[in-house]
């Protein structure tokens, strides 16, 4: 037997799948969850990499609790929203696409014309797309809070401000290991 058909021997088990090893983990209640506040200002860090970001805050998944069947995300208020940044060309050529619910109903705007009319509606977009699809991410979305300007109605929240640095540095609590 060579050394290649030994190791191969070795990952395998009985039922021919590698072997994984489950951590036990504290099963949550939606109660037990204190909920945090966080504000981002959307023009320190190009769209996509702020938005992913917020989508793993709103998940939960920063938090070392994280539980994959439980909301346990904390709330987002990103505010600037009008002064975003988008590299290259993807003000002009990135396009975003709506069906009216009517023959023929499809509808296009582009990144520009999103951005002078509703900034909003880019970040929100951009955030849903990078959540899986499911009734829970649905609800988490609701946590997230997005404003135009720097005026927004919830300074009573106690809300602790991520920097750059900050959002650079910001990993899932619990990482996947992939071989």
Known sequence: MTTAQQKKQKSKTSHGLKETISLPKEAFEQGEIKRKWHIVDASVLPLGRLCSKIALILRGKHQPYYTPHVDC????VVVNAKNLVLTGNKLKD???Y???GFVGGIKEQSAQAMLNKKPENLVYLAVKRMMPRSPMNRHALHKLKIYAGKEHPHQANQLSPLSVDQLE???PAV???KK
């Open 98 to 100: 709506h069906h009216t």
């Open 73 to 76: 995300g904390d709330y987002v």
């Open 94 to 96: 990135k396009i975003y």
């Open 175 to 177: 990482q996947s290991k």
């Open 169 to 171: 540095h910001f990993q």
